[in-house]
């Protein structure tokens, strides 16, 4: 994916911190998906699990019920699977999709071996604990070191299990056990990240941290937020951008992408 490459989010799950219920029914949520890529995404992220904080897990079968009949009805669309199980992943893989957007950058230790063997790509995300309980109190001496510390080991895990280098983009996790300060701090601090050689992906979108700047009880940030923060990110290194608004972050970037072409 060429930069800067938008990456559309469809969430096929009721209780996602955003567009939860949005896109349960398969043909609304395989429409979405071809909608995106019309207005411009390199390629579609399909959860079916919700990784919101405080959110509860859900079975591999409950997770596969959701995502497969979506998954059947998008031939020919660039897929990403967002997924942490092996299972779920081994599935999407035969149905087409490309790369697997792990939260827990490999937790399933069945999950490199199912991306290596089917030669796909990998997105390897930092996470601290796990949803229910990330968002407690996290602390860090140094967030972008300590960040980048876990996803270059996490990089070095893939390789030596057969994942060409090529093929894995790292994700510092905004909002998946950061406060506000940490996930901004990440993104003025990306260069740390992209010393290590692979595509970063950043998600802001609608994230509450941004919505915390106008809100302190706001959950979800706006749209104008959202921008302005993709674009920060984008000056700062980033690759690619997982969005709910496509065509507005795509001509975002693209105008930024024009200006700092110019300069």
Known sequence: MRRPAVMGIVNVTPDSFSDGGAHLDPE???????????????IVDVGGESTRPGSEGVTADEELRRVVPMLERLEGVPVSIDTAKAEVARRALALGAELVNDVTALGD??????????????????????????????????????????????LERAVAAGIPEEHVCLDPGIGFGKTPAQNFELVRRLDVLTALGRPVLVGLSRKSSLGKLFDPEARTGTLAASLGAAVAAFERGASIFRVHDVREHVEALAAAGAMCASS
């Open 28 to 42: 609304a949520a395989a429409a979405a998906a071809r909608a995106m890529v019309e207005a411009g995404a390199a």
């Open 109 to 154: 230790p069945a999950m490199a071996e199912t991306v290596a063997e089917a030669g796909a790509y990998l997105c390897l995300m930092h996470m601290r604990g796990e949803p229910r309980t990330m968002q407690l109190d996290p602390r860090y001496d140094d967030v972008a070191g300590e960040v980048a510390a876990f996803l270059e080991e996490r």
